[in-house]
């Protein structure tokens, strides 16, 4: 709820607006007889009275001719123009009353010739003009008597164009002027119109409110909203903030009889959990990895829990949206306090968990899944948090500033290669090379010399002497690298990948001579490479740099790269390698050790990154199910996201306040022909002693 609300509701003091008096008719003296066009007025005001148009605007035109100097003729001029409006004349109309203004400013009767305008325009469909003209209209006017129509007109105008807070708020500031069968008029438009503001618009409402009345029917409809939006937490905010500053209230015993049910709502079977994730279907064999990892994390909650009996509803989405939803529904009927899952489907399942106030932990790398409502966290490894973790540490910890991105040229590319870029400006970096290749070729020597800058001829006053030109700290930093192997393991590429390079690409990679004519001479303006791709087409492209002697420059990648087909392709070429991964099984850790075990000894293989993230998701769960001991959704969902830095197998966790993961993330480095664990802290692996 915004901070407007929650200032509203704690410092709201009742003042009540006082009612100015009903305005009375504008009538004109009576007049001598004697008077200057006295006659030709009286009947042209019979005339109009009469219905006799033609006539009166005959005797007006009279007076007018013979008589402009007199005490009649703004009135005349009022009376014509009204004529005009009556039988359909309307640019006539509103040339008369505009004159009447401009020629009789003092004159009693502005008032009424602005308000004639407004009608004429109104009528004829003009409402932006109405708004327009209207708003300078009440500008310059100084009695609230008179600016009470202008304000109505005005905001039946916007209520036309659909601009309802804008007529809420003129109907609001017509009702300071106004008593009696008006007051009552203008708030029953003001109600109707308020009854179609969002909550958004009613909180911006609510700001500019100073009577007891209004404040109380707005914080109502407040709370309507915000159920109607499936907001429940700021519905009951609302209506426990209503019943106690508005006991008297008409909709008092409703907004109780809301709050009751909304608080049976929110209740869950204590130490409950579901469970949704595709046990069956194309996803099948996702969803039963993490399953372990999950019963796992049930079975040592168990054994830890004091006595405490979690129970585990297990639904299976069948890799199907409907079949997600419709588990999402049966948990809900079992009364769980959380859901884990699911995996696919992930957008329909978190959006139906959200409308039943199900707080819901999904495994998905999918966009904008923790902005689908306040009770979805995310638990996984996300691109962004991938990069941003890749980028700090080769920024902090290698002294790298200069990149390069080489990427394949497809959603998944594109998109590590913008949040790469961003991140690099983020920390102080620079990019100095983007270029991406095919991603169903095998041959990428156009984007990789074009990156080393040896696509173009090179004018001979301009060819340096072909060493790359690294800053200092680089070079102290790749000293203690291995040199490149003499050659590769049996044409790795086809036998892992079934992709051929060509024979005298293969036969040439790794075995540079001084004598060959070919030798190349790339110019590295960049310190380190990005490369986002699946361990396959990585492997393929490694090689091809180093072949055209990008060497001494740090190779980055995502955890796709945590691969042993990676690096039987292109392992010799990987020596200056850093990529990032969010679970590491043969980290030293003692949880993760001690994880690793349990999980072999009860499912008879290893665990992987979906393993963990599962176990250490029902870890959070039971925990934080543990140390409340509530049986509020709500308040289970609000101890989640209060999380202080987790200590997980899968790394420190906590939550941001829209549900997203903030993880620490593993830095993995090669040696000696497998990936080692990288630290920032002092006991940490050296990041380039590779021997």
């Not at 409110?209 to 914080?219: A, E, K, N, W």
């Not at 915000?226 to 905010?237: G, K, P, R, V």
């Not at 006053?461 to 070079?475: I, K, N, S, T």
Request: glycine share 8%; with cysteine; charged share 25%.
């Amino acid at each position: 709820m915004s901070s407007i609300i929650r200032t509203m509701i704690l410092l709201f003091i009742v003042v009540f607006a006082g009612c100015a008096p009903k305005p009375l008719p504008v009538s004109i003296p009576g007049p001598a007889p004697e008077m200057p066009g006295y006659t030709a007025f009286q009947n042209a005001e019979r005339a109009f009275e009469n219905g006799l148009y033609a006539e009166a605007l005959e005797g007006y035109n009279t007076l007018l001719n013979e008589a402009y100097d007199g005490p009649f003729v703004d009135a005349a001029l009022l009376k014509i123009g009204k004529i005009f409006r009556l039988t359909g004349r309307d640019d006539d109309a509103l040339a008369v009353f505009a004159r009447l203004g401009q020629e009789f400013p003092d004159s009693a009767l502005v008032s009424d010739a602005r308000l004639e305008i407004l009608q004429v325009l109104y009528d004829g469909g003009r409402f932006q003009a109405v708004v327009r003209t209207g708003t300078a209209f009440v500008g310059a006017t100084d009695s609230p008597l008179q600016r009470t129509p202008l304000l109505f007109i005005v905001a039946d105008a916007y209520s036309a164009l659909g601009a309802h807070l804008d007529a809420a708020r003129s109907y609001y500031h017509a009702l300071n002027a106004v008593s009696g069968e008006d007051a009552d008029r203008v708030w029953t438009r003001f109600k109707k119109t308020a009854e179609q503001l969002s909550a958004d618009d009613i909180q911006l409402m609510i700001a500019g409110v100073t009577d007891r009345r209004t404040m109380g029917f707005l914080l109502y409809r407040l709370s309507m909203a915000f159920i109607l939006d499936e907001n429940y937490d700021d519905a009951m905010d609302v209506l426990t903030a209503f019943v106690a500053r508005f006991p008297d209230h008409p909709d008092y015993q409703d907004a109780s009889d809301m709050i009751h049910s909304l608080t049976e709502r929110a209740r869950f079977t204590p130490f409950t959990v579901g469970c949704v994730l595709p046990l069956s279907g194309a996803y099948a064999i996702y969803g039963q990895r993490a399953l372990n990892g999950i019963e796992l994390a049930l079975s040592q909650s168990g054994e830890a829990g004091n006595g405490i009996p979690f129970k585990l509803v297990i639904e299976d989405s069948r890799s199907d949206p409907g079949a997600s939803v419709k588990a999402v529904d049966q948990l809900d009927e079992q009364k769980v306090g959380a859901i884990l899952g699911p995996m696919s489907a992930s957008e329909t399942a978190a959006a139906s968990a959200q409308a039943r106030g199900i707080p819901i932990l999904v495994f998905t790398q999918r966009e904008g899944i923790p902005d689908i409502g306040t009770y979805v966290l995310r638990h996984f490894i996300t691109p962004d948090l991938q990069v941003r973790a890749l980028v700090s540490f080769a920024v902090e910890e290698l002294g790298a500033r200069r990149f390069a991105i080489l990427y394949p040229e497809e959603n998944y590319g594109r998109r590590y290669m913008n949040l790469f870029w961003d991140q690099v400006i983020e920390h102080g970096g620079v990019v100095n090379g983007v270029e991406a290749y095919d991603p169903a070729g095998t041959d990428f020597a156009k984007p990789i010399k074009k990156l080393a800058g040896i696509f173009y001829d090179v004018p001979g006053d301009l060819a340096e002497d072909g060493v790359p030109r690294l800053r200092p700290p680089l070079l102290s930093l790749m000293a203690g690298l291995e040199p490149f192997a003499p050659g590769l393991i049996d044409d790795p590429v086809e036998r892992i990948s079934g992709i051929p390079l060509a024979r005298d690409v293969i036969d040439g990679l790794g075995r540079r001579s001084p004598d060959r004519d070919d030798q190349w001479h790339p110019i590295l303006d960049f310190d380190a490479v990005f490369i986002p791709d699946a361990p396959k087409k990585a492997g393929l492209v490694i090689p091809q740099l180093a072949y055209y002697d990008i060497r001494d420059v740090f190779l980055l990648g995502t955890n796709l790269w945590n691969s042993r087909t990676l690096l039987d392709m292109s392992g010799d070429y990987m020596k200056g390698t850093l990529i990032v991964d969010g679970f590491f099984a043969e980290s030293q850790a003692p949880r993760v050790k001690n994880f690793v075990a349990a999980f072999r000894s009860a499912f008879g293989r290893g665990p992987g990154i979906i393993e963990a993230m599962a176990y250490d998701s029902a870890m959070m769960v039971f925990q934080t199910m543990r140390q409340t001991a509530t049986d509020s959704r709500r308040a289970l969902k609000e101890a989640l996201l209060r999380l202080s830095d987790y200590e997980g197998v899968s790394g420190r966790t906590r939550f941001a306040p829209n549900g997203e993961a903030d993880k620490t993330l593993q830095m993995l480095r090669i040696k000696r022909g497998r990936f080692v664990q990288v630290q920032r802290t002092p006991e940490a692996e050296p990041v380039v002693e590779m021997q």
